[in-house]
């Protein structure tokens, strides 16, 4: 057996309806499909997400492409789940090292 971990592609980080658990952005959706390109002829049996849309939503392209539907594993989400408002990795970082380190000491 064989374990491919996909992260999930760009999110909206500031989508005014979902700012805690946002969709992914136009590059988020095209890299799902890049993801779904790559691995749709490498024998893929299950596909497994997270509870959180981003998650579904990289996800999806490859489940359409090879008929499977996503389970979702409610513990696999991140550490910052239930914050109001969802920050990636990179503006974390962009936000400077006090904002990082921060992170990295406490990602809730």
Do not use: C, K, N
Not at 58 to 81: C, K, N, Q
């Amino acid at each position: 057996m064989r374990l491919t971990l996909v992260r999930h592609g760009r999110p909206d980080e500031g989508h005014a309806a979902r700012p805690h658990d946002p969709p992914l952005r136009a590059d988020g959706r095209r890299q799902a499909e890049a993801v779904a390109t790559l691995l749709a002829d490498e024998g893929v049996t299950a596909i497994v997400a997270s509870p959180l849309l981003r998650a579904h939503e990289t996800a999806l392209p490859l489940a359409r492409r090879l008929s499977l539907t996503i389970r979702t594993v409610d513990g696999w989400a991140e550490a910052d789940r239930h914050v109001q408002h969802y920050r990636s990795t990179e503006t974390l970082r962009a936000l400077g090292d006090a904002e990082w380190l921060r992170f990295l000491d406490d990602p809730v």
